[in-house]
Nanobody, 113 residues
Framework: VQLQASGGGLVQPGGSLRLSCAAS????????MAWYRQAPGKQRELVAI???????NYADSVKGRFTISRDNAKNTVYLQMSTLKPEDTGVYYC????????WGQGTEVTVSS
């Protein structure tokens, strides 16, 4: 099973993007789905996570601006990003932890005027 992330791009400050991450096959016993990001010169950080129960949690820096959601039938996780800021720039990685730990290849987001 592979994860395919998409939806990144160049956007102006204040704009929006929607990231998608689809699994190529079924993933068993999914515990959580998450999005991480890695800004230039920085360590990868957790941005948002959605648990099996449906509970969500966000990094303080994105609360109120980003929304994580999922489609269980499609093994797909989304990240709706609004009111984007230059500091949101980075490579965004999806992660699905189930029968094993799966990572997407990353999709680049650049917030710049």
């Amino acid at each position: 099973v592979q994860l395919q992330a998409s939806g990144g791009g160049l956007v102006q400050p204040g704009g929006s993007l929607r990231l998608s991450c689809a699994a190529s096959g079924s993933i068993l016993r999914i515990n959580y789905m998450a999005w991480y990001r890695q800004a230039p010169g920085k360590q990868r950080e957790l941005v948002a996570i959605i648990l099996r129960s449906g509970s969500t949690n966000y990094a303080d820096s994105v609360k109120g601006r980003f929304t994580i959601s999922r489609d269980n039938a499609k093994n797909t996780v989304y990240l709706q990003m609004s009111t984007l800021k230059p500091e949101d720039t980075g490579v965004y990685y999806c992660n699905i932890f189930g029968d094993t730990n799966y990572w997407g290849q990353g999709t680049e987001v650049t917030v710049s005027s």
